[in-house]
């Protein structure tokens, strides 16, 4: 079977790594309330070396309720990845974007895998416009 080339991104990961990850909740947390505050803060840092990416993406995650926070969590991760071909993207805007974005399912599953091992169910982080950073 022939190699479809046109569906190529022209940049291939090289690796994803957990570089941080704290989590704390305190020990009666309110479920199921509508005045449950979440926050998110996503950062994403660049570098380029040559054609290699390295993207380091870390969320902040919050759950606040009557100005109590309930639970939180620090992860960061770190993508690294190889330009390998034509692409017309910039390796910043790649790193920024679309790594950042392939990151980012990573994270949100280590967020809900510790969320449901503290016995909160699963932490589901929605889904962020990385373009408007």
Do not use: C, W
Not at 14 to 31: A, P, T
Not at 101 to 122: C, D, F, M, Q, T
């Amino acid at each position: 079977m022939e190699e479809k080339k046109d569906l190529e991104s022209g940049f291939r990961i090289i690796n994803i790594l957990l570089l941080e990850s704290s989590f704390n909740r305190i020990q009666n947390v309110v479920f199921n309330n509508p005045e449950i505050k979440q926050e998110v803060n996503v950062d994403v840092n660049v570098s380029v070396n040559g054609n290699t990416v390295g993207v380091v993406e870390q969320v902040i995650y919050k759950q606040i309720f009557n100005d109590i926070e309930q639970v939180s969590a620090v992860i960061k991760m770190a993508g690294v990845f190889e330009k390998s071909g034509d692409s017309p993207l910039d390796l910043e805007q790649f790193g920024q974007v679309n790594g950042a974005a392939i990151i980012y399912p990573y994270i949100r599953e280590h967020l809900s895998s510790i969320s449901a091992k503290a016995g909160l169910g699963l932490i589901f982080l929605p889904p962020v416009n990385l373009t408007k950073k």
